[in-house]
């Protein structure tokens, strides 16, 4: 990385902001805490944030309401935290405009990998290349994320996606082998580009399968997980645009 990438963690949960401090800051990042609202909001004064991981369940804020102000304010990604296990929750959070959410207890290696994964596909990325520049490679496909075309492996056949099209695929190569509701699907696309009910989501999946030569009956890439959402079946690598046009790829995608 060109710098370390700022965390600022928001919990109220002393003894759960020192684990994940420590084991960010051991893994190359700066890590910030705020124990409430108003530390948040001076930290987000005071600092370059580059990414907000947020608990939903502080003592003196709600926290999808420092979310949506966030939001309304900046486009620095959000991580939310919640123990709650209400689903509506984390939809609502998702709306509002955060980036993911990870459901309490979780393992700090899932949270790092999940934070780096949104790094990767925000703007500005902090590898020293701008997000344009991106190229996933995937079950014999390639995603140019400046041209939004997708080419197979062999050359043959090159595809303009639509920006709904675009949107969903780079959603699913970002959290690969990870079921994904609808709800997440459109959070995760920020929803600008898909309609918020389901019926759209299902349509623009069965675009995009085709799109990806599968048929109803063997949809081998793209799962439906019955009664939850959906899932990409494919391992993923990133890879960066070289001055010399072509295309270095650097490692898989971790899974989040």
Known sequence: MSRSASILIVDDDVEL???IQSYLTNSGLRVLVANDGRGMRKALDDTSIDLVVLDLMLRDEDGLVLCRNLRARSDIPVLILSAKSEEM??????EMGADDYL???????ELLARIKSILRRGPGQLEGYASED????FAGWLLD?????????DGQR?????NSEHALLR???NHPNQVLTREQLLGLSRGHTIDSNDRSVDMQISRLRRRLLETPKSPALIRTIRSTGYMLC???ELGTRQKGGGIAFAAAAAPT
Not at 89 to 94: A, T, V, Y
Not at 134 to 137: A, D, F, G, N, T
Not at 145 to 153: E, I, M, V, Y
């Open 17 to 19: 902001c020192q684990m």
């Open 89 to 94: 929750d984390r939809i609502i959070g998702l």
């Open 103 to 109: 459901p309490k207890p979780f393992h700090p290696r």
């Open 134 to 137: 991106l190229v996933y490679r």
């Open 145 to 153: 994320n400046r041209s939004r075309q997708l080419r197979s492996a």
């Open 158 to 162: 090159l595809l303009e996606l639509s």
């Open 171 to 173: 959603a699913f190569l």
């Open 234 to 236: 494919a391992q993923v």
